[in-house]
């Protein structure tokens, strides 16, 4: 059953901000913004190997994600969900990010040595109240 | 010591979006936007009794914070902190922020019964890296 909307469709369509938050070892919450995409069924960001959000993840795979409109702060999506993570395709898939987000064909930010990751998050809850 | 610099406080006196990510029963997070003010030493965002984060927050007062610049995605603020809640005030406070974010003087969501509470977050670690 699909579980996103088409409206939420649309505004993960759109180079909106995404703040993904994800658990700690010491059980703290861990926020920080990301691009994000969606293939209509998942949300996908990408991240690279090592950083504190891969390091959450492969340790405890689930994520809560909160999407606003920077037009309009009502125009939001706010879910819950399971990860998935595979390097297969991330270099391409970040620099189809950079497009969206920067209108440029390669990923500006890419360091030395740095591995990208696809975050691909299954929805299993909608959050309906902050 | 003082922990934000001139820069955060500058963005948090702005009508910015921040995500607030707490930690739910089970252990999973959560994440949602909220409106977010500072005394130029905490930060300081509203909710009402009984709302998922002020629940989260009662059961362990720890956030993780992340705001970002509407028209600037690489202007931000990642903090984590610690968290004391009070309703004193709290009515008044939600309205100075309606006047900040909506320019109105009366905050127009108020429900009835709704119990709001102010929420004051000690910054104890700036988050480098997402």
């Given at each position: 059953m699909a579980f996103l909307t088409a409206d939420d469709i649309a505004l993960l369509n759109e180079p909106q901000l995404a703040h993904v938050a994800t658990i700690e070892a010491d059980g703290t919450p861990h926020v920080t913004p990301v691009w994000v995409d969606t293939d209509g069924e998942h949300v996908i960001f990408n991240t690279a190997k090592g950083r504190v959000k891969h390091r959450n993840l492969e340790r405890n795979p689930v994520v809560a994600i909160s999407v606003s409109d920077r037009a309009n702060d009502y125009r939001t999506l706010w879910i819950k969900g399971t990860v998935e993570m595979t390097t297969e395709g991330a270099d391409e898939h970040i620099d189809r990010m950079a497009k969206k987000y920067?209108?440029?064909?390669?990923?500006?930010f890419r360091k030395p040595g740095e591995e990208r990751v696809i975050v691909k998050v299954t929805p299993t809850q909608r959050l309906s109240q902050g």
């Open positions: 920067l209108d440029k064909d390669t990923y500006p």
